[in-house]
Nanobody, 127 residues
Framework: QVQLEESGGGLVQAGGSLRLSCAASTQTFMLYNMAWFRQAPGKEREFVAGVSKKGDRTFYLDSVKGRFTISRDNVKNTVSLQMTNLTPDDSAVYYC????????????????????WGQGTRVTVSS
């Protein structure tokens, strides 16, 4: 497992933007698929976005497509989530997650079992 630390959450008005960042403390960051999940009060945690180990494939929850962009920096060992045109429905605690694997073929990151999790950062979007 890898230690993950999120930052960048906060309060923003509807229509605004936020950028979340996640720093990973590992020398094997390139062996981790990375993802962002979120959990709103009273709801189950849901997959928001994922990026493959090399950064060449991305996956998104349908409701955030076109508004959120996930990216990673394999030199700095970070993964980011740029969120634009935020709505109150985006309010949640956002978690960074990592999936360690040596597999090099295609993987559907929405179906992977993530074994490393950050503590979460809260995003609140006011109407």
């Amino acid at each position: 497992q890898v230690q993950l630390e999120e930052s960048g959450g906060g309060l923003v008005q509807a229509g605004g933007s936020l950028r979340l960042s996640c720093a990973a403390s590992t020398q094997t960051f390139m062996l981790y698929n990375m993802a962002w999940f979120r959990q709103a009060p009273g709801k189950e945690r849901e997959f928001v976005a994922g990026v493959s180990k090399k950064g060449d494939r991305t996956f998104y929850l349908d409701s955030v497509k076109g508004r959120f962009t996930i990216s990673r920096d394999n030199v700095k060992n970070t993964v980011s989530l740029q969120m634009t045109n935020l709505t109150p429905d985006d309010s949640a605690v956002y978690y960074c997650a990592g999936d360690y694997t040596t597999f090099v073929g295609y993987m559907d990151l929405t179906r992977r079992q993530y074994d490393s999790w950050g503590q979460g950062t809260r995003v609140t979007v006011s109407s």
